[in-house]
């Protein structure tokens, strides 16, 4: 088995404030994630990554930076906190993109001042 | 584009009554369906997946079978109990498409 790791667990920042979410697994699975959770809306892609140092834009990336820096994390940055974007933010991993099963982190919830 | 609809929560049941929560979706290509249940304080977990048309999955008392006719993957439990209070999500993966993607999830309340 293995675990996911997201920290902090709650993050708290004013507007306008760059701000940094980290991830960590453990399974050693080649492709991770990064969505937003909002009540309502379920979850949506903000940046995913197939290998190391691999990137690609999901349909929420406006607004987010990401980093792969090695396989087993997955950086998420926040580059201008906005009111609006208070959420949950969800890290998952997969061992190959797609069909595999994803598994996810217990989260980061975001609230910006 | 692909997308996923499903039953719009909150669904609050009591226990020993039976659940449905729909599920359609939209692709051009041929897809993998899947289920997941959020805890309250956790993150999504697989129920479980279906990748072939006509084909039943299922998982803790839970079934869903996928309708390609229907484009339906509507998610069943014959009696629930209080310790399926969760939200539900169900997504699809298409064969060509490069991620899953998840519909806005059911939040499941069930009272004694």
């Known amino acids: 088995g293995g675990i996911i790791t997201q920290t902090p667990k709650f993050l708290i920042g004013q507007e306008g404030q760059k701000l940094t979410l980290k991830c960590q697994q453990n399974?050693?699975?080649?492709?991770m994630y990064w969505y937003r959770q909002d009540s309502g809306k379920g979850l949506r892609l903000i940046y995913y990554?197939?290998?190391?140092?691999?990137?690609q834009k999901g349909d929420l990336s406006e607004g987010y930076d990401a980093s792969r820096e090695k396989k087993s994390s997955f950086s998420l940055t926040v580059t201008s906190a906005q009111k609006n974007e208070m959420a949950v933010f969800l890290c998952?991993?997969?061992?190959?993109?797609?069909?595999?099963?994803?598994?996810f982190g217990p989260g980061t919830r975001l609230t910006v001042l | 584009g692909d997308s996923v609809t499903q039953t719009e929560g909150p669904v609050t049941l009591s226990e020993g009554t039976s659940l449905t929560v729909n599920c359609s979706y939209e692709?051009?290509?041929?897809?993998?369906l899947f289920w997941y249940v959020q805890y309250p304080g956790e993150g999504p977990q697989l129920l479980f997946k279906?990748?072939?048309?006509?084909e039943k999955g299922s998982n803790r008392g839970f079934e869903a079978t996928y309708n390609k006719e229907a484009t339906s993957f509507h998610l069943q439990k014959a009696s629930v109990q209080e310790s399926d209070s969760a939200v539900y999500y169900c997504?699809?993966?298409?064969?060509?498409?490069?991620?899953?993607?998840f519909g806005t999830g059911t939040k499941l309340q069930v009272v004694p």
């Open positions: 279906v990748p072939k048309a006509n």
């Open positions: 997504a699809l993966r298409a064969n060509s498409g490069t991620y899953q993607r």
């Open positions: 399974f050693n699975h080649d492709t």
């Open positions: 998952a991993s997969s061992k190959t993109q797609g069909y595999a099963e994803q598994f």
């Open positions: 990554s197939i290998t190391e140092n691999d990137l």
């Open positions: 692709t051009k290509q041929y897809p993998t």
